[in-house]
């Protein structure tokens, strides 16, 4: 019996190490290829950056314990500086439950802003509140299909005027890219690991955001950073 279980402790082991040694060839192999996507397109690439948006706050959904930014890629997409990079955090015990993850992982694409903001998120609904008739006024429907939360009337109003909200309404990007105003950056995020490409798509949706909301909504505001 003693011999078996050390048998059965010998195998685990060797499958442990095994494991740490194939997930360290994984990430060697992540960062070359993401160091060359960097280089190919004229952007600086980092591995891992303890506050790549600076005092930006990330948005409830993505927090976790033992946080950490990784495969940081920065550079510019016409005169819009982007930052994105991977975030994870420590899944808890009943979130590994059955799935053997231990961290969530989250894709982070943010654009610059051209003054700082005040906080606020926009996301769709998961389950947009019915329109009664289809006569409802843009400012209607689109409160019965976002959810908006900010620190700012005046900032809100200023990002979300009637044009801004009937582009949402009909950009089909806004289905799935969650948006958050913070700091110095508006961003979003997603749960998947980091694809380059993808990232771009992300950072052009942001960057039409960014250009439609006047810049009176930058005026005025404390910068304190």
Same mark, same amino acid.
């Given at each position: 019996?003693?011999?078996?279980?050390?048998?059965?402790?010998?195998?685990? !082991?060797?499958?442990?190490?095994?494991?740490?040694?194939? &997930? &360290?060839?994984?990430?060697?192999?992540?960062?070359?290829?993401?160091?060359?996507?960097?280089?190919?397109? *004229?952007?600086?690439?980092?591995?891992?950056?303890?506050?790549?948006?600076?005092?930006?706050?990330?948005?409830?959904? !993505?927090?976790?314990?033992?946080?950490?930014?990784?495969?940081?890629?920065?550079?510019?997409?016409?005169?819009?500086?982007?930052?994105?990079?991977?975030?994870?955090?420590?899944?808890?015990?009943?979130?590994?439950? *059955?799935?053997?993850?231990?961290?969530?992982?989250?894709?982070?694409?943010?654009?610059?802003?051209?003054?700082?903001?005040?906080?606020?998120?926009?996301?769709?609904?998961?389950?947009?509140?019915?329109?009664?008739?289809?006569?409802?006024?843009?400012?209607?429907?689109?409160?019965?299909?976002?959810?908006?939360?900010?620190?700012?009337?005046?900032?809100?109003?200023? !990002?979300?005027?009637?044009?801004?909200?009937?582009?949402?309404?009909?950009?089909?990007?806004?289905?799935?890219?969650?948006?958050?105003?913070?700091?110095?950056?508006?961003?979003?995020?997603?749960?998947?690991?980091?694809?380059?490409?993808?990232?771009?798509?992300?950072?052009?949706?942001?960057?039409?955001?960014?250009?439609?909301?006047?810049?009176?909504?930058?005026?005025?505001?404390?910068?304190?950073?």
């Amino acid at each position: 019996m003693e011999g078996a279980l050390s048998v059965i402790a010998l195998v685990a !082991v060797v499958v442990s190490a095994g494991a740490i040694t194939v &997930a &360290a060839h994984f990430r060697k192999d992540r960062a070359a290829e993401l160091r060359s996507w960097a280089h190919e397109h *004229g952007w600086h690439y980092t591995d891992h950056h303890p506050r790549p948006l600076e005092d930006t706050v990330l948005p409830r959904a !993505v927090h976790g314990q033992h946080a950490r930014s990784q495969y940081v890629l920065t550079g510019r997409r016409g005169t819009h500086l982007v930052t994105a990079f991977e975030y994870t955090h420590a899944a808890s015990a009943s979130d590994r439950r *059955g799935t053997g993850r231990s961290r969530h992982t989250y894709r982070i694409v943010a654009v610059r802003t051209p003054g700082p903001n005040a906080e606020l998120e926009i996301r769709r609904r998961v389950v947009p509140r019915p329109v009664a008739d289809g006569t409802e006024p843009i400012d209607a429907v689109f409160d019965l299909t976002f959810h908006t939360a900010g620190s700012d009337t005046a900032f809100t109003r200023a !990002v979300l005027d009637r044009a801004t909200r009937a582009w949402l309404l009909a950009d089909t990007r806004s289905r799935s890219l969650p948006v958050r105003f913070s700091g110095d950056h508006v961003l979003t995020w997603a749960p998947m690991r980091l694809d380059p490409d993808r990232a771009l798509t992300a950072a052009d949706y942001l960057i039409d955001l960014v250009n439609r909301v006047p810049t009176t909504a930058w005026h005025g505001r404390p910068t304190g950073r």
